[in-house]
């Protein structure tokens, strides 16, 4: 199969892990990967923010694929916790593309924004804790402390945060984020297609946000407490949000949680070289012509042309192609 260790051409984020990296033989500030049960559950994620495009039919494509061939069940999730970027009536269409494109999830879908009792209930634990605090930085604050300090952030690297309300909030009265207290120490991990990975998430991201100064939680966050929630072992997505598994991974050992495999797959690159999204032209997919648009995800991934006429047919094939690269056993 096609998913090489290299990935798609195009820059990686300084955060991102390092393919090759070996973990320390002791120590208690690495984190390693331990293995989740069994059953299989993996999920599909889309954010309502504008319908399915040839990028995101990859990573839906994918993650269907390894649940079949795993014998497992496939969830989609609506990832709608950012409320005002979302498009009223996206999420329903999402769900016509992925039923034209023969993508069936095994149980009704979940909505982000439905389950903020449940993010309520993981942060007022982290803070019961000690592992979340209040802050009252606002990224100009942030990016003002991180020039004081002769720090220039590139377009490609995270704002590091630099811990100013770590003792208590600085400008009392301003609305306050609530941000994790991220522990000192490499976070190790195994990716499936990318190798050993590693990142310092205090040193590349520093103390992350788990809910927002306007009320809204944050990516991190909801995404962790629905994965657990939800049981899923395997998470299969886009090799964009490979960087975003270190800040995962320290949420989940925060939190006492099981830890997915993960896969990310190779992008679509729009014209310009880099992710393809509406920022760079993506078109939304042609539902006229579900098995083009299947056909092009799958070259993508490496898959061979579909010699059936009919979906079904298609995905029967790339099904098994996926289970022989991707030999359960290995997972």
């Known amino acids: 199969m096609g998913l090489s260790a290299a990935g798609p051409p195009g820059k990686r984020s300084a955060a991102s892990g390092r393919a090759g ?11 390693e990967v331990t293995s989740v ?13 504008g319908p399915l495009h040839a990028g995101s039919l990859v990573a839906a494509l994918a993650s269907w694929l390894d649940a079949r061939a795993h014998d497992g069940r496939w969830l989609v999730r609506m990832e709608d916790v950012d409320t005002p970027r979302c498009i009223p ?9 992925l039923a034209a494109c023969g993508l069936m999830p095994d149980e009704t879908p ?14 007022d634990s982290l803070i019961r804790a000690g592992q979340a605090y209040p802050c009252t930085c606002s990224r100009k604050d942030v990016e003002a402390a991180q020039a004081a300090r ?3 952030r590139s377009r490609f690297t995270e704002l590091v945060y ?21 522990p000192a120490g490499t976070v190790y991990w195994h990716d499936r297609r990318l190798g050993a990975q590693h990142q310092d998430v205090a040193a590349a991201v520093g103390d992350f946000v788990l809910r927002r100064a306007d009320g809204l939680w944050a990516y991190q966050l909801a995404v962790v407490v629905d994965d657990a929630e939800q049981g899923v072992t395997h998470v299969v997505r886009g090799a964009d949000l490979a960087d975003n598994t270190a800040r995962q991974i320290v949420l989940q050992r925060a939190r006492g949680l099981p830890l997915p495999h993960y896969l990310h797959v190779p992008l679509v690159l729009g014209a310009n070289g880099e992710k393809l999204s509406k920022q760079n032209g993506a078109q939304a997919l042609d539902l ?6 299947l056909n092009a995800a799958a070259q993508t991934l490496g898959l061979a042309p579909a010699a059936q ?9 790339w099904a098994t192609q996926w289970r022989d690269s991707y030999n359960p056993a290995r997972d």
Request: aromatic share 6%; proline share 10%.
């Open 162 to 182: 630099p811990g100013t309300c770590r003792n208590g909030p600085t400008q009392p009265g301003r609305p306050q984020a609530w941000r994790l207290r991220v």
């Open 21 to 31: 990296a070996k973990a320390p033989s002791g120590g208690s500030a690495v984190h």
């Open 309 to 317: 006429a009919t979906v079904p047919g298609a995905l029967a094939q």
């Open 37 to 49: 049960g069994a059953t299989y559950i993996g999920r599909f994620a889309p954010s309502p923010t």
């Open 110 to 123: 979940l909505w982000q924004s439905q389950r903020g009792a449940l993010y309520q209930a993981a942060l």
């Open 150 to 152: 002769g720090i220039e």
């Open 89 to 97: 009536g996206t999420d329903q269409l999402i769900l016509q593309q």
């Open 288 to 293: 006229s012509a579900p098995l083009a648009a």
